[in-house]
Each structure stands twice: as C-alpha cells, then as structure tokens.
C-alpha cells in the first residue's frame, strides 16, 4: 500500500524555516538526508520532494483563449505544502510509524510538527 | 540488429530455468544471498546474448557454469579478503572449494525455493518481490516497474530479505512433514497476491501488471505439476484460471470496471475454464476439501452460466454456506450474503449483513457499503442505495471501482 506523508506550513512557514539558528538548520538537513536513505534502504521509498516557497506559487486557470492567467496564491490560504514523502508499505501502521518518525526532525521552537498522512489510490485488493 | 527467431523464446526458457539453476548454486555453496545475485547476473548475460548469438545446446548448463564462475570469484574475493586478515590475525589462510563436476538438478529445488522465498517470517512486500526474482527469474527492473516503484528501492526490499533468510539459517531442504502445510500456505497466499496485484490492475500501465497473473498462473502451475495430489495448489491453480478467464470482459474500452452480470461472456477464455472446472472438479473428487477449491469451485458455477440470469445461485449459496463453516473471513461472510439475497430475496440478504457493522474489520471496509447499496437498490429503496454507493466511492482506494460505484450512484440518482 503507497501513502504520500505531507508536511504543511503557514504563509510565513518558510520565513521561519530561514531563520533557524545555523545549527538547527544542520541538524534538520543532516536528518532529511539520513530518513530518504534510510527508506531507501529499508525499500519504502517510492519518491520524495520538498517543496519551494508558497511565497513563489502562482495559482493559474485558462483564459478565454485558453492562455493561462496567473496570480499570486490566495491571501486567505492557510497552509501550504512544503514537501512530501511517498513510501510503500506493508500496512498503515507502518506509514504511521515512519510519519511520526518524520515528525521528529529537528526544528526550532517548540511546536510539534504534524504529518498529514494520506493513502494513495491504486492499492491492491483482496478479491476473496 | 535485426531480432533473430529466438527472441521469443530466450525469455520464457530463461524464467523456467531460473529456479533450477539457482537451486543447482544454493546446495553447491550455501551462501543464499552471493547464489541469488551470481544468478540473476547469468540470466542477465544470458538475456542480451542468446538473442545475438543463438540459444546454446545446453542453456541450464551454460547458466549454471556463468552462475558458478562469478560465484567462485565471489568465494575467492571474500577468502582473499579474510585471509589477509587471518594473516594479520595469525590464523591458517582458508581454501577455495574446487569445482568437479556440473551440479546436479533435483525438481524439488523449486519448491524448496518457494519455501524459503515465501517463509511466513517475510512481510508480504519482500517474499512477494524475492519470490518474482529468485523463483519467476524476473529481473529487478522488471518487478519495479509492475509495482510501480524505483528500481532501487525494489533491490533494497529483495537484499533485505535476502538477508533475513540467511539470518534465519532456514535450510535449503523441503521442510518437515510438520511444517509443511502452514508453509505450504504461505507460499499459496504470496502466489495469491501476486496474481491479485496483476488481476486488480487499478493503476498504471495495465500490460505489466496483467504480466503479474501470467507469471502467477506460471508458478502456480509449476507447483501443481511438483504437487499433483495437493488439493489446495490445484484449488488455487483453478481459481486464478477461472477468474483470469474473464479479464477481457471485465474492463470497458475506457478501462471501466464491468460488473460480473453485465459482461459480454462470448470474451471469456473457454480453454482457460475449462481447464479450471476440470482442475477443482478433480481435486474436489479427492477430498479434503479447502478454501481455495470452494472459491474455485464458486468461481466455476459463474463461468459455466452462459448467461448472468442462468447462474446456479443456489449452488453458489450452498458453497458459500460451506466455506462461511470452515472461516471466519468477513468477505466470505459479505459474500455468502450476497448469495442469499440472489436465493432468498434482498432483504434476506440485508438481514445476514447487520452483523458485520459490529466485525470491525469489515464494518469501515467499503465493499459492506458497496453490497449494503446493491441490496438496499434492489429493494427500491433508492434513496438510502444512492447515498451509500456514494460512501463506498469515497472510500475505495481503487479508481476504476470508484468510478463505477459513483457512476452508478449518478444513475440511480437520476431515476428518482
């Protein structure tokens, strides 16, 4: 079964993330690393992406002659996606496991990070 | 290059003869993992050069001469690497075996590799990619893209539980009479799998995964032929064919799921069924009656209906009855109501559904809802059958069976 783990941030998310004390941001990157190895490793890993700042996202649509029409990200949005993890496992607990795993990357302050787990589509099913 | 005649044939020859080889290695050197990687290399070699060249007049021969060569420059790496440290140790240097004569081939290697590739200890995610490796002769690269993920990380999975059997110091020999039948089931349920992953084909490139049943059926086969009077293979055996017999009328052009009643069953496979009906009536003959020949056998009474209104669904139920005796499966239990309500009327079948909202591993599950809905439309009860078709899409993680239960849902919804 494939899940993707989502990590979310505010708008300010990022601003936050820049101004992490040196050492933090070592230890968050250092661990980053070592978790895509590890469920390499342990043959989870199915892909992984980290995002660049909503800061720089532009919602499109079409326009009348079907050109996209660009504009920056809703002032009213809240949280955003700033990277994800898909693995493939052998259960839900299992992605939980790793997303709580995940949860303990080294940040600054004392808000818990959290981990929107969600399955993806196309799971096998037992016919029986 | 233009593809020489034997093209075809290379890949087929190389997949039977991947166990035999490999089962040749194991019991001359031991060491599962080096054996294992030493053969995949050969059927590599194999592979990009009998095309070229022409199928050698003895391929497991040719195969298992390549395999032994790496695997005695694999034994003399290592002994050179431990000697240097026993002579830095000051211990005797150790010696290369000297290799005779060919190995010899025993048919049973299969079945021991089975064995071990599918031992109960391995989550289903590894024995399922080992065994398509070690025993299907699949290249890693092949198994990656069937499942859907990245090469590396499908040779990870399989050198993880490479090593966890050698861990386990598991035997390379037939287990013991006392063993037999719970492993034997183990190897029966990873089979089942990987014929369900290819049958069940709810993402991606649909051929590749349609390989997974074709290469299940495969080892499935070459089980039944090592166990002829096991009435469980030959259940199992029957089942995939029976079920598989109905993959070209079970998708639309769209790649939209077909219910059972409204395929078009002039596209069934009658070779594959009949070679089904007559594999579990066989077996059935014999005794011992088990799960996977009741399902067969169920799956037989569809397929001989030439149309869905001439279905037996009192043998269907009386099968169902059977087999709701002999498991405490909640699908057989939904199913075994389905079959009620096709004898006995729907809301004779709703009535053997209530129970399962308290079974919490089918009560979320969206199959109940899905049947709840089938029923409860059958009923006339449309309203409350459309908002529950609509709560089983929701919850479904497959995109065809999704689509079909929202498309029903929007049908129904219309007929109000």
């Known amino acids: 079964m494939k899940f993707m783990l989502m990590m979310n941030t505010p708008r300010d998310g990022y601003a936050w993330y820049m101004s992490w004390p040196k050492e933090v941001i070592e230890a968050n990157v250092a661990f980053m690393i070592e978790l895509s190895k590890k469920l390499s490793a342990a043959g989870e890993l199915v892909s992984t992406e980290g995002l660049a700042s909503p800061a720089r996202a532009k919602l499109v649509r079409a326009g009348k002659d079907g050109k996209p029409v660009t504009d920056g990200v809703f002032p009213e949005s809240k949280e955003f996606l700033a990277g994800y993890w898909i693995v493939d496992v052998d259960s839900p607990e299992r992605a939980y496991e790793i997303a709580a795993e995940v949860a303990t990357a080294p940040h600054a302050g004392d808000v818990p990070f959290w981990i929107e787990v969600r399955e993806v589509m196309g799971s096998h099913k037992d016919l029986r | ?416």
């Open chain 2, 1 to 416: 290059v233009t593809p020489s005649p034997s093209d075809r044939r290379v890949e087929p020859l190389l997949r039977d003869l991947a166990p035999q080889v490999l089962g040749a290695v194991v019991r001359r050197f031991r060491d599962f993992p080096a054996c294992e990687d030493a053969v995949q290399e050969a059927l590599i070699a194999a592979a990009a050069q009998w095309p070229r060249d022409g199928i050698p007049g003895n391929p497991r021969g040719w195969l298992i001469q390549v395999a032994l060569r790496r695997m005695t420059d694999h034994v003399r790496s290592e002994i050179s690497r431990r000697s240097r440290e026993a002579v830095v140790a000051g211990e005797a240097p150790v010696v290369a075996p000297v290799l005779d004569s060919e190995p010899s081939i025993d048919p049973d290697d299969t079945l021991v590799l089975l064995f071990m590739c599918c031992h109960p200890s391995l989550p289903p995610l590894s024995a399922i990619a080992l065994t398509l490796r070690a025993v299907g002769g699949l290249t890693t690269a092949e198994i990656a893209k069937a499942f859907l993920v990245p090469e590396s990380t499908l040779a990870q999975r399989i050198s993880r539980a490479k090593q966890s059997i050698k861990k386990s110091r598991v035997p390379f020999r037939l287990p013991d009479a006392r063993e037999r039948a719970r492993r034997l089931s183990s190897v029966l349920h990873v089979l089942y799998l990987i014929f369900n992953e290819g049958y069940t084909t709810t993402s991606g490139p649909a051929l590749q995964r349609t390989d997974l049943s074709n290469e299940a059926i495969r080892l499935t086969r070459a089980v039944h032929q090592l166990l002829p009077d096991d009435g469980e293979v030959a259940g199992l055996l029957a089942l995939m064919l029976l079920t598989d017999a109905r993959r070209a009328a079970r998708t639309g052009p769209g790649g939209e799921l077909i219910p059972l009643d409204e395929q078009d069953r002039t596209l069934w496979d009658a070779q594959a069924i009949a070679e089904g009906v007559a594999l579990v009536s066989a077996a059935l003959r014999q005794g011992a009656v088990g799960e996977y020949q009741l399902q067969a056998a169920i799956a037989a009474v569809h397929d001989e209906a030439t149309r869905a209104e001439d279905t037996d669904w009192p043998q269907i139920l009386a099968l169902y009855s059977v087999l709701k005796r002999m498991t405490d499966n909640p699908m057989v239990a939904l199913n075994h109501a389905i079959a009620t309500a096709m004898v006995h009327g729907p809301h004779a079948g709703l009535d053997l559904l209530a129970p399962l909202d308290d079974d919490e591993r089918v009560s979320g599950h969206h199959r109940l809802d899905a049947v709840r809905a089938h029923l409860l439309e059958r009923a006339g009860h449309r309203a409350a059958a459309v908002s529950l078709y609509r709560t089983a899409a929701e919850k479904t993680t497959s995109v065809p069976e999704r689509n079909y239960l929202m498309m029903r849902a929007a049908r129904l919804s219309e007929a109000l």
